[in-house]
């Protein structure tokens, strides 16, 4: 008979490292599984937004993307052609955070923090190499079968948490739906040590530019700065990271007389998709794996964090006969409205407020980001919304403001 977790985790992106790192140091048996045979680099999310950091300081993730990152007390939202049109300043929620801007930080380096920290628990670790491929449950507990180089592995455990991803075997495998939709175009990302401070004197750390041809992102991260541009249908994604194609793009965001020096280059399929339910039975989805939605805004992690943290924080509980098993319910009720409310609407308006063609709806769109940055109320009611405060304080993660 293998021997019991209380919780399995499959997949060890930043939301499965979490959970089995919340739930490792209050001494519970995690077995964390990730198919790939070490730790993966990717170049998708950059941005922390205020209150994930609020929310992570307990277990010291904060101080440790602090020490990681780079703050962005501002962000802009610009026109391709007009340049600047509204600058948000992060202090108007200066007496709703702890943590009044945006952190700049590779994803993949808090992984790599939650690794190391579970190296450091007892019994803790990833198991690299440990591809879940089946997963059963009944009253008393999951089955989980994975593939590894030394052939197959069955773990047992009270509960189990799916956290791989947004193909997520485990989702499929216990039948939930995951409705939505595919974006047509790809999403390019480059990577590059160009000096765009220099270059673009009046930008910030983070900006959102509008354009009817080609919309862009322009992330400043610790070393490098990000650039972000949709790819159209008809290209192929091998031709989309082809040198060519990028030095186009980039030389066209910001000419300049030399080539791009390029450090990184991705491109990403994304979708809008909420899966229909976030629970059967001993089975939980969290991240990728329950929510996907595109990277204009920065929230589809930041929300599987914050998934994570309201997730492990009720099996803890319950594991620990501190809660009736009834508070699991919770988890879905607080989390499932959140992704499609915020997480999947904003994302959505986000890129139609990008990429709008209509010179008319465009020059409105313009109008309402200059509102939005001329008027302190304004700013703080889109602050709110964009760093997913209001979102959490609506669905009872975080507190209301009181008076
Ligand atoms: C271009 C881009 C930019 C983005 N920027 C941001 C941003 O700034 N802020 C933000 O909040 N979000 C952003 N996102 C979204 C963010 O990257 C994802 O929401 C995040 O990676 C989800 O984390 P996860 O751990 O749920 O899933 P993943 O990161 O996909 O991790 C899943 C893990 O599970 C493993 N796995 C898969 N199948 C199995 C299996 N069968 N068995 C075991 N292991 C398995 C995988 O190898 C992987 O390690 C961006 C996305 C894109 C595409």
Redesign the pocket.
């Known amino acids: 008979m293998p021997r019991a977790h209380d919780v399995i985790v499959?997949?060890?992106?930043?939301?499965?490292?979490?959970c089995a790192y919340l739930l490792a140091r209050r001494g519970l048996s995690v077995a964390l599984?990730?198919?790939?045979p070490a730790r993966?680099i990717?170049?998708?999310?950059?941005?922390?937004?205020p209150p994930?950091l609020d929310l992570l300081e307990d277990c010291g993730a904060t101080a440790a993307l602090l020490a990681m990152g780079l703050k962005a007390p501002v962000m802009q939202y610009r026109d391709r052609r007009l340049g600047k049109i509204a600058e948000i300043d992060f202090a108007v929620l200066k007496d709703d955070t702890a943590h009044p801007y945006r952190l700049q930080c590779e994803?993949f380096k808090l992984?790599e923090w939650l690794y190391a920290e579970l190296a450091r628990i007892p019994g803790a670790g990833v198991a690299f190499s440990?591809?879940?491929?089946d997963v059963r449950q009944d009253e008393a507990g999951v089955e989980v079968a994975?593939s590894t180089p030394s052939g197959p592995r069955l773990l047992r455990g009270r509960y189990a948490i799916a956290?791989?991803?947004?193909?997520?075997?485990?989702r499929r495998q216990i039948g939930i739906a995951f409705d939505g939709y595919t974006h047509p175009e790809q999403?390019l990302?480059a990577g590059t040590r160009h000096d765009f401070h220099a270059a673009m004197p009046d930008i910030c750390s983070v900006n959102y530019t509008a354009d009817p041809e080609e919309w862009f992102l322009l992330?400043e991260i610790p070393d490098m700065w990000r650039i972000?541009v949709p790819v159209a249908p008809g290209i192929e994604a091998e031709d989309a990271v082809a040198d060519s194609y990028l030095q186009s793009c980039l030389q066209n965001i910001c000419p300049r007389a030399e080539p791009y020096p390029l450090l990184v280059k991705?491109i990403?399929r994304?979708h809008q998709r909420v899966a229909a339910t976030y629970r059967a039975g001993r089975v939980f989805l969290?991240?990728?794996?329950?929510?996907?939605?595109?990277?204009l805004?920065?929230?589809?992690?930041?929300?599987?964090?914050h998934?994570a943290l309201n997730l492990t924080r009720r099996l803890a509980a319950v594991i620990e006969g501190k809660s009736d098993p009834r508070a699991l319910d919770g988890y879905e009720a607080q989390r499932r409205p959140a992704a499609v409310v915020a997480i999947n609407s904003m994302t959505e308006r986000n890129k139609k407020l990008l990429e709008e063609r209509d010179p008319e709806i465009r020059r409105r769109n313009l109008e309402r980001w200059r509102a939005i940055g001329a008027d302190r109320n304004l700013m703080y009611a889109h602050a709110l919304e964009t760093s997913m405060i209001a979102s959490l304080r609506a669905t009872g993660m975080l507190p209301r403001k009181q008076g």
Not at 42 to 48: I, L
Not at 286 to 295: E, I, T
Not at 297 to 305: K, M, Q, R, S
């Open positions: 499959a997949g060890a992106g930043p939301v499965g490292a979490l599984l990730e198919r790939e993966v990717d170049y998708r999310a950059s941005t922390f937004h994930t994803q992984t440990h591809e879940v491929a994975a956290a791989d991803g947004g193909r997520s075997t485990v999403f990302v992330l972000v991705a990403y994304v969290a991240g990728d794996a329950a929510h996907v939605n595109n990277p805004g920065g929230v589809g992690l930041n929300g599987g964090l998934d």
